[in-house]
């Protein structure tokens, strides 16, 4: 499949380094302690970050970010969560103009203990709502933190902080890679679904690359389209991780036999935008060489085109405030400094007159 790119960013990242398993690693430590827009239009066309704060200055066009919905997810600020503590995060991300924030945990390491009830005043004190949380899905431990194993537990923490959406960034692979196994998966889903509703919640699956792969018993089957046409659109939504969607189209534009399956990220959700209430912003730089098709960097720094998605979603007729956009960099290089730039790159995009 073609596409445009931009010159070379100098945001560095190991072309040998892992990012899909070091980020699934690192994020399962964490919690475990706690229709129709090409791949051109969206890929490689996207302004320099130069360019759009020029754009910026001259006021032209509508801000591409809906005002109020500008998200992070606090695992991109884990290390200085885990050090400073969440005051002084939530001190930065308030200085960065962030509306919201996205749990991956509730404790703050060597910064001491916090309540749900002090987190909660301390994010609303800083401008922040706390908007969802990632939360394990299952575990071989009865105790664990997980929907799986503490539903109940879960909930009541969300609903102590206030939560509109809960939710996990595990795949649907407990039972396995086979169609019967993902709708399986999919039952739990709706069970945990129905249980947030209750609550006033909504439950939501945060994708990696691997959820677009092919069934192993059904290989003409893509598994992201089982889970949702197995689950309840009422009561499991989708949170798309942006970045790991443009992976997996570079890795699963083919079925396991060679012959094509091409798919574009946006048109599931120009298809389907009430199941996508969150996204996941988070940029790549396109590198064919990376068996993952792309290197993550900040968000401005790389080849996904965030002027046009996002206006390609929030231009649909009643949802120009209806989805929630959290900035994210799995292992950023200074994570203030990409909490900062992401901000300041996002506010600056502007729709085309």
């Known amino acids: 499949m073609s596409r445009l790119i931009r010159p070379s960013s100098t945001a560095a990242t190991s072309k040998n380094h892992d990012p899909e398993l070091s980020h699934r690693l690192s994020r399962r430590g964490m919690l475990g302690v706690a229709a129709g827009a090409t791949a051109a239009a969206l890929l490689g066309t996207a302004a320099t970050p130069a360019t759009a704060a020029t754009a910026d200055a001259a006021g032209r066009g509508r801000p591409v970010l809906p005002p109020g919905r500008l998200g992070i997810q606090l695992y991109s600020l884990r290390d200085k969560v ?33 309540t749900l009830a002090q987190l909660k005043r301390l994010a609303r004190n800083h401008g922040l709502n706390p908007i969802g949380s990632h939360v394990g899905y299952y575990s071989s431990d009865p105790n664990a933190y997980t929907f799986a194993q503490n539903l109940n537990k879960v909930l009541d923490d ?30 739990d889903f709706n069970t945990y679904g129905a249980a947030a509703k209750a609550r006033g919640m909504k439950f939501y699956q945060h994708n990696h690359s691997e959820e677009f792969s092919f069934a192993t018993d059904q290989p003409q089957v893509r598994l992201y389209d089982v889970l949702l046409e197995e689950t309840d659109p009422d009561l499991v939504y989708l949170e798309m991780d942006i970045y790991w969607a443009y992976v997996a189209q570079f ?66 007729k009643g949802h120009r405030l209806a989805h929630h956009w959290q900035a994210e960099h799995d292992n950023p290089t200074e994570s203030f400094t990409f909490a900062r730039r992401s901000s300041a790159h996002l506010h600056s995009l502007r729709e085309n007159c």
Request: glycine share 10%.
């Open 82 to 114: 885990s050090t400073l503590g969440f005051a002084p995060v939530f001190a930065e991300l308030e200085k960065y103009g962030y509306d919201e924030v996205e749990f991956a945990g509730y404790t703050q390491g060597s910064a001491g203990p916090i």
């Open 158 to 187: 969300a609903q102590a902080l206030g939560l509109k959406h809960i939710g996990t960034a595990a795949g649907p692979f407990r039972y396995g890679s086979t169609v019967d196994a993902w709708k399986r998966a999919a039952e």
């Open 251 to 316: 890795r699963f534009s083919k079925r396991p036999d060679g012959t094509p399956a091409p798919f574009e990220p946006i048109d599931y959700v120009l298809k389907s935008p009430d199941r996508y209430p969150l996204f996941h912003v988070k940029d790549g730089e396109s590198d064919p060489s990376n068996p993952y098709g792309y290197r993550m960097v900040d968000v401005g720094d790389g080849d996904i085109d965030y002027q046009r998605f996002i206006s390609a979603v929030t231009r649909l």
